[in-house]
């Protein structure tokens, strides 16, 4: 039987696809049975050598084949041709398990309809925020850890729900300390560089200018570049002014969240601002960062000093 399992969360995925090794597989077979194949590293014709290849075992042996998205979501060519037949070989000395690690996939492609037809597809669900906290929650467990309710928050947004990211840390935190407090996330884990231009700006439209500095000058501590800070808040007023035109249009919250294909609190969040700051507003600021940009990369104007002036200069361009 041949399996696909897909899903955006990659440590999730791997987890169902531990499950299912488990009960085809006793512990002592799964060396010699269990596979691991990239089709980054090897070609599509050694796939097929080894699919086609029998093992010195009564049990079929299991080929786990990841970076194969290709497969699956490219228009139909010779090698997804290829890889259909080996995957319709009813007498094929091995199991097939195609992994992708995304949401989006192609439920069209001929290899998806055969392995529906003939075989197991698994999508595996992206936890959400509760799932995520008792999700972290056992894996301390598991390592003798605990960690405060405020600083499991806390983790989850320095992480930006990135479940690899998010265990990673919770490693280190655990080794560092067995009761985990809402400080040592803080000292521990740093937070996202977008989160922090986020929150920066979101002080600078809150009118709160001497935050906004100090956030940016602890960005510049930790040795960020002014010009990627400027690339980042750019994406960011794009964003608003998408919102704010939808908003215009009298799109609903859901209806902007499906159109954007973004998250409800994303949207939320932006959306008040929306109905405080007008579109052609969101477009001078970005005029504005379009100015600042091409003094930085012109050499016309210092990149922190710019940056700066630009914070400092924040309410007069709202007035404008």
């Known amino acids: 039987m041949n399996y696909l399992y897909y ?12 499950r299912l090794i488990k009960i085809l597989y006793e512990k002592d077979e799964r060396k010699e049975l269990v596979y691991r194949f990239s089709l980054k590293q090897n070609t599509l014709d050694e796939l097929v050598s080894l699919a086609t290849s029998y093992s010195f075992f009564d049990k079929t042996k299991l080929i786990i084949v990841e970076d194969c998205e290709n497969l699956f979501n ?9 890889i259909s037949r080996l995957v319709c070989n009813v007498s094929l000395p091995s199991n097939l398990l195609f992994v992708i690690f995304n949401e989006k996939i192609n439920k069209y492609n001929i290899i998806y309809k055969t392995i529906k037809d003939e075989g ?5 669900e992206s936890l959400d925020t509760y799932g995520q906290k008792n999700y972290v929650k056992g894996y301390l467990l598991n390592r003798d850890a605990k960690i405060d309710n405020d600083a499991l928050d806390e983790l989850i947004v320095r992480c930006d729900n990135d479940m690899n990211k998010l265990l990673s840390e919770a490693q280190k935190l655990s080794i ?27 002080s600078l439209l809150d009118n709160h200018i001497s935050q906004g500095l100090q956030i940016f000058r602890d960005l510049i501590i930790s040795k960020e570049d002014p010009v990627r800070l400027v690339s980042i808040l750019s994406t960011q007023i794009r964003f608003l002014m998408m919102i704010s035109y939808l908003n ?14 973004v998250t409800p609190y994303r949207v939320k969040i ?50 404008a």
Do not use: W
């Open 248 to 261: 215009k249009q009298n799109y609903t919250l859901n209806q902007i969240v499906e159109r954007l294909n």
């Open 74 to 82: 490219a228009k139909e060519n010779d090698d997804i041709k290829k």
């Open 120 to 124: 197991e597809i698994h999508y595996v």
């Open 176 to 202: 560092y300390h067995k009761k985990i407090t809402l400080q040592d996330v803080k000292s521990l884990v740093k937070m996202p560089l977008e989160t922090n231009v986020f929150n920066l700006f979101n």
């Open 7 to 18: 899903g955006n969360q990659e440590v999730i995925v791997r987890n169902e696809i531990r």
């Open 270 to 319: 932006n959306l008040k601002y929306c109905e405080i700051y007008s579109y052609d507003y969101f477009l001078r600021l970005q005029e504005a960062l379009f100015d600042l940009d091409f003094k930085i990369k012109s050499g016309s104007i210092d990149p922190i000093y710019g940056f700066e002036m630009f914070i400092c200069n924040f309410s007069l361009i709202k007035k």
